[in-house]
T-cell receptor, first 116, second 112 residues
Framework: GAVVSQHPSRVICKSGTSVKIECRSL??????MFWYRQFPKQSLMLMAT?????????EQGVEKDKFLINHASLTLSTLTVTSAHPEDSSFYIC????????????FGPGTRLLVL | GESVGLHLPTLSVQEGDNSIINCAYS??????FIWYKQESGKGPQFIID?????DKRQGQRVTVLLNKTVKHLSLQIAATQPGDSAVYFC???????????FGTGTSLTVIP
């Protein structure tokens, strides 16, 4: 089946620093990936759609200068949280559309970000 | 079409009983729906999907029902097992885009 990985799985950083999270499709090519954010005991909130070779599409209310997305290849999308603050602490999850012809999304294992 | 970020509803069932988890979706233009299972600290796992031209689809121990009239989706789990304990989300896909929007989710606890 389609496998999506994320790195790192956990990261702790100081306030004001930037953190990069990688999302990789391991056994398929993904022209489109998605980034979600999830707070404890809440649902997943779509942040942006990452398109290979073009600019990401951000959901309303998501600051594109704060959450930089780069989809440089068909197997890698990165999310950089710039000048992170404690309120950015969250669980960040990426997904990629399966190449099977259906629109099913396969999710990565998530990255737990803690900003001190 | 955004998910609602409120506290999760909970459902407790006895092992071996059937579970029914409900979801109300927001957009009548949605044409594809997926149920996901999420265990603590992990990403969501695909369970079953259904398109808007169907009202029922069955998988292994799971059945999804779709009622487009009232924009309601349900997931039925037969003979619930302790390993089924997790948070379950429905996600809807709009016909004119490939983004998915998640429902609130339900936390299922199976009592041995």
């Amino acid at each position: 089946g389609a496998v999506v990985s994320q790195h790192p799985s956990r990261v702790i950083c100081k306030s004001g620093t930037s953190v990069k999270i990688e999302c990789r499709s391991l056994d398929f090519q993904a022209t489109t990936m998605f980034w979600y954010r999830q707070f404890p005991k809440q649902s997943l909130m779509l942040m942006a759609t990452s398109n290979e070779g073009s600019k990401a599409t951000y959901e309303q209310g998501v600051e594109k200068d704060k959450f930089l997305i780069n989809h440089a290849s068909l197997t890698l999308s990165t999310l950089t949280v710039t000048s992170a603050h404690p309120e950015d602490s969250s669980f960040y999850i990426c997904s990629a559309i399966s190449p099977s012809g259906q629109e099913t999304q396969y999710f990565g294992p998530g990255t737990r970000l803690l900003v001190l | 079409g955004e998910s609602v970020g409120l506290h999760l509803p909970t459902l407790s069932v006895q092992e071996g009983d059937n579970s029914i988890i409900n979801c109300a979706y927001s957009n009548s233009a949605s044409d594809y729906f997926i149920w996901y299972k999420q265990e603590s600290g992990k990403g969501p796992q695909f369970i079953i999907d259904i398109r808007s031209n169907m009202d029922k689809r069955q998988g292994q121990r799971v059945t999804v029902l779709l009622n487009k009239t009232v924009k309601h989706l349900s997931l039925q789990i037969a003979a619930t097992q302790p390993g089924d304990s997790a948070v379950y989300f429905c996600a809807e896909n709009f016909v004119y885009g490939n983004q998915f929007y998640f429902g609130t989710g339900t936390s299922l606890t199976v009592i041995p």
